[in-house]
């Protein structure tokens, strides 16, 4: 499965653009990679790992802004269509690599 968050947080004043940072801080330390501006993807094994991991976005999301969350499988991800631009083949972003311990 493959979760991926698209934000779109005010960043016009200074506090604005820290909770701003501090979000997509976090959202590279929960293990997302950034498809493209304010739009992070991350690989998930499990329902139960989604519900976790929404619970852990709700509380580090800023009170301003739109947060969205969708949840796919990926045989529906390796569908994206690029009308413009390619993937980046740098980032190993595979269910092969993934350990679970």
Partial sequence: ?????????????AKDKRNY???RKY???EGFIMLQE???SKIVLNSEQVNLLLER???????KGII???TITEKQYANIEY?????SSKII???EKLIVL
Wanted: a positive charge; hydrophobic letters at 45%.
């Fill in 27 to 29: 959202l590279l330390s």
């Fill in 68 to 70: 969205q969350v969708l």
């Fill in 38 to 40: 304010s739009v992070y």
């Fill in 93 to 95: 972003n595979s269910e």
């Fill in 57 to 63: 976005i709700r509380k580090k999301s800023p009170k």
């Fill in 1 to 13: 499965m493959r979760t991926i968050v698209f934000f779109d947080l005010p960043n016009v004043y």
């Fill in 21 to 23: 940072l501090l979000f």
């Fill in 83 to 87: 009308i413009i631009g390619e993937g």
